[in-house]
């Protein structure tokens, strides 16, 4: 638990934290000396206020009731100011550990490498960036308020001390057992957090899965199995929170059962030993605050036991990601490969599978010339595609532009050379150009309309707004065939040394799927292509025709 709330305190910058355990400190001294100025006040108010000690002596005869007055006026305004500030940089720096964290996380995920990513639950990380991240926040709150509680309970027991010495250890002790008497309900709020993310995360992906499966949900009319679905899963997350809640709520009455006892053996104690009134009244004063400090301390401390889960998950994935972290790209400046791009007795395994999914593989692609795989289902078409296109690192063998290995960082650079379009192609909610300039930024309009041409995407020009027409989420309002034009498009602006199409066509009509094979035929002896087809048009596109069965080459056909 030490070594969580340290994480999580360097999550902001020192220099702000000292400040602001600077104002919390000195906010309570400002409670301690107000309650120990009621001293030498109520013995200037009555007669009868009893021996008081010695050092209110001098302030009792030298200085005058309005002074006194004065400074403890001044000292409540000094605090409501100093708690001000508290406030607003407690707040501050609740939301940078915040951002801190979330920053951190989407860093990570975003340097894994393909691998690992393609194995996580997308779900898992979204829940984490959101909801997760804001707990750590919530915790971090509960931390300071731990701190600050700890310090201002501190500075009214030390004020007790000094008041009566036998009193104050009595209050103090007392006050220690309840507070480990409620170790017990510490650690189930630390399993209830537990629960919590898990029910955060189960959230996250009915979500996910739902807005996804958008399309197939109508049609298979799952929409109330899915509103119940949501319905279950929000209840089990409302079931956690209203959990936690009794656990804490029931811990506050034992508090202020447990500290009314405690006072009544005080005042007992204080009317056998004799205790000036004048000094008696700021004493319990000082206990009566010290119950509901004790009460938020508890809180705080249960509140942040709770979101430690939150901070071991968020720690667990990014420890993760970083050990999947890619290797910073070298040459990341475009490749123009002269004569070949070509693997060389490649294999790659994914995680948990016995079987390669491409095992011993050496082509090579020859450079401006279209390179067909085909092969059935799970025969490593794909696998070998993200070999070449430096998506996935190969466990054996190397790739080789010109004849020349790539280092693995060199394979990373090498992605800037190439584009891809795939089944299921992805656009982004704006307009057709934002999503043909979020591949190249600086595109002018004649190379924009011109990459439209060339992917048969010229019904871009018919839309009602042309380029500025929106596609809607994930381009759902255009066709299939529509979309996946504009994402050649898209993939062509970057002038690729290497285009790879992943069964670009697979789910289209044979209309769409002639447009597109007409574009690929359009640059032939112009770009390498790299195309992974089952059959059809695009499969006549082939210079070379590579057949593939479980991860190995079986035969290449030169059709050219
Ligand atoms: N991320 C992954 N984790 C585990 N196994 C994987 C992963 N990706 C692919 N595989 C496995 O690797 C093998 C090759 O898969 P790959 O996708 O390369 O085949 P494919 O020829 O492209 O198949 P398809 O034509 O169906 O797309 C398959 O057995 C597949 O189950």
């Not at 220099?15 to 600077?22: D, E, G, I, N, S």
């Not at 701190?147 to 104050?168: E, K, R, Y």
Request: with cysteine.
């Amino acid at each position: 638990m030490k070594g969580t709330s340290v994480t999580l305190l360097r999550s902001v910058a020192a220099p702000r934290l000292l400040a602001l355990l600077a104002l919390m400190l000195a906010s309570a001294l400002t409670e301690g000396a107000g309650i120990i100025a009621l001293v030498p006040m109520l013995s200037l108010l009555s007669a009868d206020a009893g021996n008081i000690p010695d050092w209110a002596h001098p302030l009792a005869s030298h200085v005058t009731l309005s002074a006194l007055l004065a400074f403890f006026v001044a000292l409540v305004a000094l605090r409501a100011v100093l708690q001000y500030a508290v406030s607003v940089l407690q707040r501050r720096l609740q939301l940078e550990v915040v951002d801190h964290w979330r920053k951190t996380v989407f860093s990570a995920l975003v340097r894994a490498d393909w691998r690992t990513l393609s194995a996580l639950r997308n779900s898992d990380h979204a829940s984490m960036v959101v909801m997760g991240v804001d707990r750590l926040g919530y915790g971090f709150a509960n931390l300071l308020l731990l701190i600050s509680g700890a310090a201002t309970l501190g500075a009214i027991w030390i004020a007790a001390l000094w008041l009566s010495p036998v009193l104050a250890l009595v209050a103090v002790g007392g006050g220690l057992v309840v507070l480990a008497g409620f170790a017990p309900l510490r650690r189930r709020a630390h399993l209830l957090g537990k629960r919590l993310g898990e029910d955060y995360r189960r959230v996250q992906a009915v979500l996910d899965d739902t807005m996804r499966a958008m399309r197939l949900v109508k049609s298979h009319g799952r929409e109330q199995a899915a509103s119940e679905e949501m319905t279950r899963s929000t209840s089990d997350l409302r079931d956690a929170q209203i959990t936690f809640e009794k656990a804490a709520g029931r811990a506050r009455v034992l508090l202020h059962v447990g500290a009314a006892l405690l006072l009544a053996v005080i005042v007992a104690l204080a009317s056998s030993r004799d205790i000036a009134p004048a000094v008696l009244l700021p004493l319990i004063a000082l206990f009566a605050r010290s119950v509901p400090l004790l009460d938020s301390l508890q809180q705080a401390a249960q509140h942040w036991v709770h979101a430690v889960p939150a901070l071991k998950d968020a720690e667990a994935l990014i420890e993760t990601l970083r050990e999947a972290e890619e290797l910073s790209p070298t040459g990341s400046a475009r490749l123009h490969p002269a004569s070949s791009i070509s693997v060389n007795g490649v294999a790659v395994r994914h995680p948990g599978r016995e079987q390669a999914a491409v095992e011993g593989v050496t082509l090579d692609l020859a450079v401006d010339a279209t390179t067909v795989l085909v092969g059935p289902s799970g025969a490593g078409k794909s696998t070998l595609a993200d070999i070449f296109g430096g998506l996935l690192q190969p466990d054996e063998g190397v790739v080789e532009i010109d004849g020349q290995a790539l280092s693995p960082e060199g394979l990373i650079g090498w992605r800037a050379s190439v584009a891809y379009v795939h089944q299921e192609p992805v656009l982004f909610h704006g307009t057709v150009r934002e999503n043909l300039l979020w591949a190249e930024p600086e595109a002018r309009e004649d190379t924009l309309e011109q990459a439209l041409r060339s992917a048969s995407a010229g019904f871009v020009f018919d839309l009602p707004c042309g380029l500025d027409t929106v596609v809607g989420d994930a381009g759902r309002q255009l066709s299939g065939g529509e979309r996946q034009r504009i994402a050649l498009a898209r993939a062509l602006l970057r002038d690729p040394a290497l285009l790879i199409l992943d069964e670009a066509t697979s789910a289209l009509d044979s209309a769409n799927e002639a447009a597109i094979g007409a574009a690929i035929a359009g640059m032939a002896g112009t770009r390498t292509i790299l195309v992974i087809a089952h059959r059809g048009k695009l499969a006549e596109t082939a210079d070379t025709l590579v057949h593939m069965r479980d991860g190995r080459i079986e035969a290449i056909e030169n059709r050219s």
